[in-house]
């Protein structure tokens, strides 16, 4: 091996230094016993050297990956990709590597991935947990693997005892539902997704709340449960129009589903908000691209994922004990459910 093609060592660094391999090494690796100022010192000779660490044999010798896993149902959903931007920043800033899975929200793949994982790949696991939420067989044995967990979104805290991040679902649907009371509607649809998952049951249960709190009446063809996807939304409108009875307003759990209605709506020659208002959840980028400009329930999903990776790598690093932590959802109120039915137009 050639001068210029050797790879510089600890045993290099510390002889440059004329201190021990030992500091040079526990300095590297962050440890409390080096003061700062000569972890600065080690690590700016070690720059000037050009060392590398050989990761191999740092993760053999300490059992540790500096990998996170993070799964998540699709990762072609604005909400899941701002998650993982929020994991990955954090990440980054910890000096971590993240590695992204989707599920598909299929219990099979879900269970083929997390057995992947869980064979050494990773630290530790961020996860939203495949439809339907309540098979959480594979989740607990992680937990008996000790493999730390953080769940969000979909977060089955009350099922087993992992830290979680999500937002407060059953206020985001109350609040949604209160907005469209206070502008004289009375008749409100909720379209939902499968009520066997938590975040749409407890959106759900936002919705029926708020009206029963107002004494109204719910009918059970008020509520339509499909997908929350663009499709499903329009399925759900064409059943409600066939039918012939309107609403004055819709909750949907899910921004693309309200587009579909939108859509749907738009080409039976109905308008939003004068006929029909709606308010979506999610906060996606397309609720300030269509017309009319979607009013929707805001996530934090940045936030969620940012929140989510820190408690993980506190945990980690420093074995801080998991917390369920709910974010205070927001209403962006925009152009589908402003109109005021007490004011005659």
Same mark, same amino acid.
């Given at each position: 091996?050639?001068?210029?093609?050797?790879?510089?060592?600890?045993?290099?660094?510390?002889?440059?230094?004329?201190?021990?391999?030992?500091?040079?090494?526990?300095?590297?690796?962050?440890?409390?016993?080096?003061?700062?100022?000569?972890?600065?010192?080690?690590?700016?000779?070690?720059?000037?050297?050009?060392?590398?660490?050989?990761?191999?044999?740092?993760?053999?010798?300490?059992?540790?990956?500096?990998?996170?896993?993070?799964?998540?149902?699709?990762?072609?959903?604005?909400?899941?990709?701002?998650?993982?931007?929020?994991?990955?920043?954090?990440?980054?800033?910890?000096?971590?590597?993240?590695?992204?899975?989707?599920?598909?929200? @299929?219990?099979?793949?879900?269970?083929?991935?997390?057995?992947?994982?869980?064979?050494?790949?990773?630290?530790?696991?961020?996860?939203?947990?495949?439809?339907?939420?309540? @098979?959480?067989?594979?989740?607990?044995?992680?937990?008996?693997?000790?493999?730390?967990?953080?769940?969000?979104?979909?977060?089955?805290?009350?099922?087993?005892?992992?830290?979680?991040?999500?937002?407060?679902?059953?206020?985001?649907?109350?609040?949604?539902?209160?907005?469209?009371?206070?502008?004289?509607?009375?008749?409100?649809?909720?379209?939902?997704?499968?009520?066997?998952?938590?975040?749409?049951?407890?959106?759900?249960?936002?919705?029926?709340?708020?009206?029963?709190?107002?004494?109204?009446?719910?009918?059970?063809?008020?509520?339509?449960?499909?997908?929350?996807?663009?499709?499903?939304?329009?399925?759900?409108?064409?059943?409600?129009?066939?039918?012939?009875?309107?609403?004055?307003?819709?909750?949907?759990?899910?921004?693309?589903?309200?587009?579909?209605?939108?859509?749907?709506?738009?080409? @039976?020659?109905?308008?939003?908000?004068?006929?029909?208002?709606?308010?979506?959840?999610? @906060?996606?980028?397309?609720?300030?691209?269509?017309?009319?400009?979607?009013?929707?329930?805001?996530?934090?999903?940045?936030?969620?994922?940012?929140?989510?990776?820190?408690?993980?790598?506190?945990?980690?690093?420093?074995?801080?004990?998991?917390?369920?932590?709910?974010?205070?959802?927001?209403?962006?109120?925009?152009?589908?459910?402003?109109?005021?039915?007490?004011?005659?137009?």
């Amino acid at each position: 091996m050639t001068e210029k093609s050797k790879k510089t060592s600890i045993y290099d660094i510390a002889k440059a230094l004329g201190i021990s391999a030992s500091t040079v090494s526990r300095a590297l690796q962050n440890h409390t016993s080096i003061s700062d100022s000569r972890k600065e010192l080690i690590r700016e000779k070690a720059k000037e050297l050009n060392y590398r660490p050989n990761l191999v044999a740092v993760n053999l010798k300490t059992g540790k990956t500096r990998t996170i896993g993070v799964l998540v149902p699709n990762i072609n959903r604005f909400f899941f990709s701002s998650v993982i931007e929020g994991v990955e920043d954090e990440a980054y800033r910890r000096n971590y590597d993240v590695l992204i899975c989707q599920s598909k929200d @299929n219990k099979d793949r879900e269970e083929k991935i997390l057995s992947n994982l869980s064979q050494g790949k990773v630290d530790g696991i961020i996860a939203s947990v495949a439809y339907p939420d309540n @098979n959480l067989s594979m989740y607990e044995e992680l937990v008996d693997m000790e493999i730390p967990l953080v769940f969000f979104d979909r977060a089955s805290v009350d099922a087993i005892q992992v830290g979680s991040v999500r937002v407060d679902d059953y206020k985001g649907g109350y609040s949604a539902v209160k907005h469209l009371l206070l502008q004289g509607n009375k008749k409100i649809f909720h379209f939902s997704g499968p009520l066997e998952v938590t975040v749409w049951r407890n959106r759900y249960r936002g919705w029926r709340d708020a009206l029963e709190d107002e004494g109204i009446e719910i009918q059970d063809h008020w509520v339509q449960t499909e997908s929350t996807d663009k499709e499903s939304g329009r399925k759900m409108m064409r059943a409600i129009l066939e039918r012939g009875d309107l609403p004055d307003a819709i909750f949907c759990a899910g921004d693309y589903a309200a587009l579909g209605v939108i859509q749907e709506l738009r080409e @039976n020659g109905l308008r939003v908000p004068e006929d029909i208002a709606i308010v979506g959840f999610a @906060n996606e980028p397309i609720d300030e691209m269509v017309r009319p400009t979607i009013s929707s329930i805001c996530q934090s999903s940045f936030r969620m994922g940012s929140l989510a990776a820190k408690m993980l790598f506190d945990n980690l690093e420093t074995k801080e004990a998991m917390v369920n932590i709910t974010i205070a959802p927001e209403l962006k109120v925009r152009e589908s459910s402003f109109f005021d039915r007490r004011v005659k137009k």
